[in-house]
Structure formats: structure tokens, C-alpha cells
Nanobody, 125 residues
Framework: QVQLVESGGGLVQAGGSLRLSCAVS????????MGWFRQAPGMERDFVAA????????DYLEAVQGRFTISRDNAKNTVYLQMNSLTPEDTAVYYC??????????????????WGQGTQVTVSS
């Protein structure tokens, strides 16, 4: 059974940083493409970042480009999202997602098979 467990969320002031982690178990992590999404109250779940199996190919929401960095450690079965220069607009529940069987990480949430439980990120002004 595949499990994704996020951690690292919290409350931070505008301009601050957080690093989210997502630990994956139950299937070969190195074969998965991974994504991070976020959902604010009353809003749709939005793509934030994605990474291929090797870590060489990444993609970002334009609004986070240059502030957020997605990375992975296949030896630790973990994907990370380093978030810098946070703004109140980044406040949301952040979810990691996994997909096996593709080379290019999707940007649509409904193309991922497995999801974590989410971690709250709150940025105060």
C-alpha cells in the first residue's frame, strides 16, 4: 500500500522560509514522478511544482518560480519543497502527490494516483 506523509508546514511571517518533506513508502520511489499542490479555502487545488524520477526535470507554477525549489532524495524516498520569500498568498494546505508509469511529471492534479494527507502552511503579514 502506497503511503505519502507530508511534514514541515507551520506558521511563518511574510518573507520567511519553510521546507516541506514528503516521505513515500509502499512502492519504488525512484520510479515515481512527484508533484506538490496547494489548496486555499474555497479554492481549487493548484499545481505548485513537479519533479521527474531523476530530479533533472522540474516544473513550477509561475507565481513560485525563483522562490520555491522542488528536490528529491531517492535514497531516502523523500521529496522536498523549499519555500523562500513566502507571502500571505502562499497560505494553503500543501499536498504531495505521486505518479508511476510516466516520464514527464503531470501538472494536473487528476493525473496523480496517490496523495498525502496535506500540511498547513500559514504566512502572516
Amino acid at each position: 500500500q502506497v503511503q505519502l506523509v507530508e511534514s514541515g508546514g507551520g506558521l511563518v511571517q511574510a518573507g520567511g522560509s519553510l521546507r516541506l518533506s514528503c516521505a513515500v513508502s509502499g512502492r519504488t520511489f525512484g520510479d515515481a514522478v512527484m508533484g506538490w499542490f496547494r489548496q486555499a479555502p474555497g479554492m481549487e487545488r493548484d499545481f505548485v511544482a513537479a519533479i521527474d524520477w531523476s530530479g533533472d526535470d522540474t516544473d513550477y507554477l509561475e507565481a513560485v518560480q525563483g522562490r520555491f525549489t522542488i528536490s528529491r532524495d531517492n535514497a531516502k524516498n523523500t521529496v522536498y519543497l523549499q519555500m523562500n520569500s513566502l507571502t500571505p498568498e502562499d497560505t494553503a494546505v500543501y499536498y504531495c502527490a505521486a505518479r508511476w508509469g510516466v516520464r514527464i511529471p503531470p501538472v494536473r492534479w487528476n493525473e496523480y494516483d496517490h496523495w498525502g494527507q496535506g500540511t498547513q502552511v500559514t504566512v502572516s503579514s
